[in-house]
């Protein structure tokens, strides 16, 4: 962060030294961090000090100064260059960051009462009749906070004249909160909605601006009805989660409610980004926002899209948790405007995997021209191999685990590992496969045994799992998994159960590569 911001501001030779003293200053300057959790705010605004104080020396000394890119601060007769086209020219930016930092510093020594009417109002860019609702008061009454706060502002500021200078002599006139208003509007506020933490963390450390949102339910397991971001379709996910052991009811529906809500805050940001894969994972989630924003007038909010399937320099490719700050910060420049095809795609797909009927998934994957998401065909057609297999009810996945062990035991980490390598594309997670272990290992004809050891923590437990004897004549279709043992698994909207010795209604054919029904 600091070494992209340093380059947009001073000489490329330069940018080390800039980075470098930034460092310096924060490091000595640390016992004055009141909270840690802004530590990347606080350093950003030393890094602009320090880039401002490298510029000036160097005008002082008559040397050019020129930012990255060619964008000069001074032309070739040596005077500092106008903005073009209204446009600030380098150095005005500098300055207008750095009375900005100033603004913000003082705003945060206001009373609550003054500091969050005005922050919401100018710098979270909403209108004041929004504030008033927000708040829970009139909108008269923003009115005169907004204008009260403006005044004691400016009596907080009185005694710093550097920025008094600034604000004189900005492209934006009138007080310093006029500079705030005009560093929003020209950095859009987007909303980043992404498929997991692990991106999150990386993308926080990167140049990318914005908020950033992971959402990252596990479509592909568990039943999942057709209504998006309501607390009954919370509460259905919620239990499923809980009842396969990865988290709490409580922490699950407290999760999905926090994702829910920040989806529908869409309306505070300029433009949401979707970033996602392509495996089942993402694919899922992809159609189902692209369902659940059909349904809402976005207005001046605008929705973009990055949905990768490669990326230089990683063979195999299986996802974005793989890439760097800096090769995550790349592909924003990749996005494009999600489009009315896009969306109507989604809308069906959300409906087809949502219904209680797997026939119109089938179709869709057999059928329907899906090129407007180019991955989504190939991950559901990984959806419906999910379904008991023809030849010997199994999965794929658990077709997977079963050959894997029949070559010998092994540890859940390294089955996990195996199993991942079965993939063209990565979607489960060790946690989903090894609730599917589980699942191989219960039952009246247990498929697998088990002797590990939990370790108490997130991660897989120690110890081997083993294929039995039931499992290889599975394997080796000479038994049938499914009526060994029943079924009971949602697979979307569709619920299929078997009791012991019975079938299922559908069951997925790798020869004809589509669904079909089977006698229950």
């Not at 030779?13 to 016992?31: I, P």
């Not at 907080?156 to 008094?164: G, I, K, M």
């Not at 809308?347 to 009927?357: E, G, K, N, S």
């Not at 078997?498 to 079938?503: E, S």
Request: charged share 25%; with cysteine; proline share 5%.
């Amino acid at each position: 962060m600091v070494y992209a911001l340093a380059l947009s501001l001073v000489r490329p030779d330069d940018v080390d030294d800039v980075a470098q003293d930034a460092f310096l200053r924060a490091f000595r300057n640390l016992d004055l961090l009141a909270d840690p959790a802004k530590f990347g705010v606080w350093l950003r605004r030393i890094t602009f000090g320090v880039a401002i104080d490298h510029v000036r020396t160097d005008r002082a000394r008559g040397r050019p100064v020129t930012s990255v890119g060619g964008s000069g601060l001074e032309s070739e007769g040596g005077e500092e260059m106008e903005a073009v086209d209204g446009a600030l020219s380098p150095l005005q930016r500098i300055e207008q960051n750095e009375v900005a930092a100033h603004v913000r510093a003082a705003l945060e020594r206001m009373p609550a009462r003054y500091r969050v009417p005005l922050t919401l109002y100018h710098i979270d860019g909403l209108s004041q009749a929004k504030v008033a609702r927000t708040l829970g008061v009139p909108e008269a009454t923003v009115r005169s906070l907004v204008a009260r706060a403006r005044k004691k502002l400016a009596r907080l500021l009185a005694n710093t004249p550097e920025v008094q200078d600034m604000v004189d002599t900005s492209a934006s006139s009138g007080d310093a909160m006029d500079v705030l208003d005009a560093e929003r509007k020209e950095t859009p506020r987007l909303l980043h909605v992404l498929n997991g933490d692990s991106v999150k963390g990386t993308l926080e450390r990167s140049s990318v601006p914005g908020a950033f949102s992971p959402y990252a339910d596990v479509l592909h397991e568990g039943p999942v009805p057709v209504a998006t971001g309501t607390a009954a379709t919370r509460e259905v996910r919620a239990r499923y989660v809980a009842a396969s052991g990865y988290v709490s009811y409580a922490e699950a529906l407290r999760i999905s409610g926090e994702w829910d809500a920040k989806l529908a805050a869409f309306a505070d940001y300029d433009e949401i980004v979707l970033w996602f894969e392509h495996d089942l994972f993402d694919q899922l989630l992809l159609v189902r926002h692209l369902d659940w924003f059909s349904r809402r007038d976005l207005g001046r909010t605008a929705l973009s899209l990055i949905c990768v399937g490669e990326f230089p320099g990683f063979e195999p490719f299986h996802g974005l948790g793989q890439l760097d700050a800096n090769q995550l910060a790349s592909l924003l420049g990749t996005r494009e405007t999600v489009s009315s095809d896009q969306i109507a795609l989604g809308v069906r797909v959300w409906r087809a995997f949502t219904a209680p009927d797997p026939l119109a998934l089938d179709a869709v994957v057999n059928a329907e021209n899906t090129e407007a998401l180019p991955f989504l065909q190939g991950a559901l057609r990984r959806f419906l191999e999910e379904y008991p297999s023809v030849a010997t009810g199994l999965p794929r996945t658990e077709r997977h685990l079963l050959e894997i062990l029949a070559k010998g035991p092994l540890s859940p980490a390294d089955l996990f590992l195996a199993e991942q390598r079965c993939e063209e594309r990565v979607f489960m997670g060790d946690s989903t496969v090894w609730c599917r272990v589980r699942g191989l290992a219960s039952g009246e004809h247990p498929l697998v045994s088990l002797n590990v050891e939990e370790r108490g923590d997130p991660g897989l437990p120690v110890g081997t799992v083993s294929i039995t004897d039931t499992g290889r004549a599975v394997v080796a279709g000479a038994a049938d998994a499914v009526r060994l043992n029943g079924y009971d698994r949602w697979l979307g909207g569709v619920h299929l159960t078997a009791p012991l010795g019975g079938d299922v209604e559908w069951r997925y054919d790798s020869a004809s590569l589509r669904l079909v029904r089977r006698g229950t």
